[in-house]
Nanobody
Framework: QVQLVESGGGLVQAGGSLRLSCAAS????????MGWFRQAPGKEREFVAF????????YYADSVKGRFTIFRDNAKRTVYLQMISLKPEDTAVYYC?????????????????WGQGTQVTVSS
């Protein structure tokens, strides 16, 4: 069955770094665009970044641009989110998602599959 399993979350001090991973199985990973979203307590889910099927196109929310990098390894069926210069406002549950499309979307409703999420907590 389809699975997206996130890992790499944790507690980090402000200014620190984390790398999230999302391992995919049960579908043709290389034919799906991938996205990262996050949801903080009491807030709506928000878009973080997406990457196209081949990895040639990436796009970021303004709030993370210059600090986060999304990349993928299709041979390993894994998408990553490298996060540096973390801020307390980055605290959230981070989700990866898969979208069967040529043109990735910033809208969560466009995505077909979702992982369970991994908690990222940034202390001040």
């Amino acid at each position: 069955q389809v699975q997206l399993v996130e890992s790499g979350g944790g507690l980090v001090q402000a200014g620190g770094s984390l790398r999230l991973s999302c391992a995919a199985s049960g579908f043709s990973f290389s034919t799906y665009a991938m996205g990262w979203f996050r949801q903080a307590p009491g807030k709506e889910r928000e878009f973080v970044a997406f990457i196209s099927r081949s990895g040639g196109i990436t796009y970021y929310a303004d709030s993370v641009k210059g600090r986060f990098t999304i990349f993928r390894d299709n041979a390993k069926r894994t998408v990553y989110l490298q996060m540096i210069s973390l801020k307390p406002e980055d605290t959230a549950v981070y989700y990866c998602a898969a979208d069967y499309t040529v043109v990735p979307s910033t809208l969560g409703d466009a995505y077909d599959y979702w992982g369970q999420g991994t908690q990222v907590t940034v202390s001040s």
